[in-house]
């Protein structure tokens, strides 16, 4: 099984920054891409950015020279740098990883975490 968790969410001002991570864990043999969405009620997930193990990045257009997602060496972790925030970015963010377990292919979702962003 594989697992991700993310962290970082919260309550902040217009202009501010916060900075979220998504740990993936399991029976990884290899994590070939990852990345963050979000949704907001009424809208499907969006995409916010990804990484390919390459190390390769695509973001919305929307957050881009804003947002910066990055990997840790090991590329078990994946984070997101969101600066200059604005009302818009509110949303539950969403991790996503799609990889190789020793047995199949994987493709895998955490529970989210809420971003406000008060004006």
């Known amino acids: 099984q594989v697992q991700l968790v993310e962290s970082g969410g919260g309550l902040v001002q217009a202009g501010g920054s916060l900075r979220l991570s998504c740990v993936a864990s399991?029976?990884?043999?290899?994590?070939?891409?990852m990345g963050w969405y979000r949704r907001t009620p009424g809208k499907q997930r969006e995409l916010v950015g990804t990484i390919t193990s390459g190390g390769s990045t695509n973001y919305a257009d929307s957050v881009k020279g804003r947002f910066t997602i990055s990997r840790s060496s090991a590329k078990n972790t994946v984070y997101l740098q969101m600066n200059s925030l604005k009302p818009e970015d509110t949303a539950v963010y969403y991790c996503?990883?799609?990889?190789?377990?020793?047995?199949?292919?994987?493709?895998?979702w955490g529970q989210g975490t809420q971003v406000t962003v008060s004006s």
């Open positions: 996503n990883a799609q990889g190789r377990t020793p047995d199949t292919v994987f493709g895998s």
């Open positions: 399991g029976s990884i043999l290899e994590i070939s891409a």
